[in-house]
């Protein structure tokens, strides 16, 4: 018998949140500058899996069960780095079924490495298949392939119901009755939405006047878990004319107000919690009445690369591989950081039209042949040593190294400049952003 008093359960599973053993609330006393309105903070990582999405991954998996979608033994595939695929891992140990997921080898090794342990088949792709945080395209793809198979499901967190529905039942009667009713305003980050469609829904039932409010982060961003506008079209439950508010948060705000809920509210709050807790900030007014519940949908544990990517002063992330590796990533790092040698996306555009430089696309031809900036010529990062030859003779022309989001383009401008090129640049956000942008873009 689970007994929620004395905390005590018969499995694992007995953890998971509802109305009747909800995830913490606490109250933000210091970093919030209200005089009037309360704002609260609710923990998700109070989970048993340590996150938000343990709520869904247990829900898809209960409704695929009791529609017959699934049976023992099921093999499941599903692309998620993240939080998703830790608690399907977990409830498919506890369940007796098989996990597959495809995804990017730019995700953190944390990542990777805990689904390995927890058994997950982990299939890696190259960065270039999988563009941005919050937005595996290449890993969607590769998983649509898999669960052609008949003895594979995938759930698809993206398209399922079950996903809001799992808010639905459980995070907002929680917020309801650990209001006692109060509530006013409840802020969500975005990734699939199934946490804002889910919980707003159930909250507008008990009070039409609850404003729902959207965070999102701005195309190029670095927060893991939640999407641009641009990647929110891909999840089916971005409805955001249901929502009272929707705000921006830029990604050093995020970042920067992650680590003040660490250090001033002592709450071990991830990157999007950051997040959402700003936009909560600028988006409610400060009157007598306010009660806001901000979702904090993780804990910070798993984001150490992400906050010595975005946080200055930390430190130097812990070297790993051969001394000639460590040589290379922090040439790497020094090239991402050197003024003269990255643009952003608007100053790379500006760089485009009026230099017209040599646009050079070091992706795989797949991925070129998708979408790329036009007249570009694509020379894979592996072959740029035998194509070199096909480079312009001056030494002075122009020349912009591009990717998916401005990772292996660094490479590409390091490659180029050892070769004695002078004008070379890469793109922050590579062709994501400037597609995000709204710049010409081509395929073929
Ligand atoms: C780590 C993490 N996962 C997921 C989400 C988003 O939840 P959902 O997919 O329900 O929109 C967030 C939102 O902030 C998040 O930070």
Known sequence: MNDNSRRVY??????????????????????VPFKHTKVY??????????????????????????????SSSQKLVEPTSGNTGLALAMVSNAKGYALTTPLSNQIPLEKRTVLRLAGVDVVELEDSLCPAPGAPEGAIAKANEIANQPEFEMLNQYANGSNPEAHYRTTGPEVWHQTAGLVTHF?????????INGSGRFLKEQNPDVAIIGVYPPAGHDVPGVRSLEQLSQTEFFTPDEYDGLTEVGNELAFEMCQRINQEESLTAGPSSGMALAGALAAIPDEPGNVAVVIFPDSIFKYSSSVLNNVAGLGAAPPSGTKREQLLDSMIENTRANPDLVMDVDAAHNFWNEEQPL???????????????????NMPLDELPVLAEFLPEKRDA?????????????????????????NVRSITGGTEAWDEQGFTIASN
Not at 44 to 63: C, H, I, L, S, T
Not at 359 to 377: F, T, Y
Not at 402 to 422: A, D, H, I, P, T
Request: proline share 6%; aromatic share 6%.
């Open 398 to 422: 122009p020349l912009l190294s591009v990717c998916e989001r401005g990772n292996l383009s660094l490479s590409g401008v390091l490659f180029l400049k050892s070769l004695g090129y002078q």
């Open 359 to 377: 646009v050079i696309d070091v992706r795989e031809p797949d991925a070129h042949s998708q979408r790329h900036i036009p007249g570009s010529i």
């Open 10 to 31: 018969d499995s694992v599973l007995g953890l998971l949140s509802d109305v009747d053993n909800p995830t913490p609330m606490v109250q933000l006393s210091r970093l």
């Open 41 to 70: 903070a609710k923990l998700e990582w109070y989970n048993p899996f340590g996150a938000v999405k343990d709520r869904v991954a247990w829900n898809m998996v209960r409704d695929a069960e009791d529609s017959g979608r699934i």
């Open 187 to 195: 802020v969500a980050g975005l990734g699939t939405c199934g946490t």
